[in-house]
């Protein structure tokens, strides 16, 4: 995908860490260095379907895929005016639910290098691998890159990833959960 494309998610701007993000999904490929995850276009066409309401889909931008059943992150542009890397990032999942995962893009890369699909639920939502877990083929290259761009250490346990969860959803739950029951109640 050529970075025109994917700006378009952002109202035709971006960032250069978010290009970079681009970059290194595109050349490890779509699902191939964190299991579910890639970087896409999106219309707005699924987060519409939560509502069509112009003030809600304003404040969204959906940029990647979270799970292979279509669950899809976004980001919050919550009004705080934040570059787009300081944006919040929420998890809305494909048969209901939404959450916050991250404070910000880099916590979002972070959680990636667990290499599990993210659960969402209407209640909760995390990360877990069982016993039959494989590796991703581009995983070892994706952590080196976040190293070498963002000085950002891998997450290798639920608890490390718990403890993303929790600090982002201490920081943006409550206001994330007012601001969008103006548009959407489950």
């Known amino acids: 995908m050529k970075i025109n494309k994917f700006k378009k998610n952002f109202n035709d701007s971006i960032t250069g860490e978010l290009a970079l993000f ?5 050349e490890l490929g779509f699902e191939n260095y964190s299991q579910g995850f890639g970087l896409l276009r999106d219309d707005k066409s699924g987060i519409a379907t939560w509502s069509k309401d112009p003030d809600f889909l304003d404040k969204l931008m959906p940029f990647a895929q979270a799970n292979c059943s279509g669950s899809m992150y976004v980001l919050w ?7 787009l890397n300081e944006l919040p990032v929420v998890v809305f999942g494909d048969e209901g639910g939404y959450h916050v995962v991250a404070k910000n893009i880099f916590e979002l890369m972070q959680l990636l290098t667990f290499d599990t699909e993210i659960t969402v639920s209407h209640k909760e939502v995390y990360f877990y691998k069982d016993n039959d877990y494989e590796e991703s083929e581009g995983l070892a290259e994706y952590k080196l890159w976040l190293k070498e761009n963002f000085n950002q250490d891998p997450v290798y346990t639920t608890d490390e990833t718990y403890s ?5 959803q ?3 739950k409550t206001d994330f959960e007012k601001w969008v029951s103006q548009y959407y109640s489950e």
Do not use: W
């Not at 681009?22 to 595109?26: D, G, K, Y």
């Not at 542009?77 to 570059?83: F, R, T």
């Not at 993303?164 to 982002?168: G, H, K, Y």
């Open 170 to 172: 201490k920081m943006y």
């Open 22 to 26: 681009l970059e290194i999904n595109e």
């Open 77 to 83: 542009n919550n009004g705080e005016n934040k570059s």
């Open 164 to 168: 993303i969860l929790e600090n982002a």
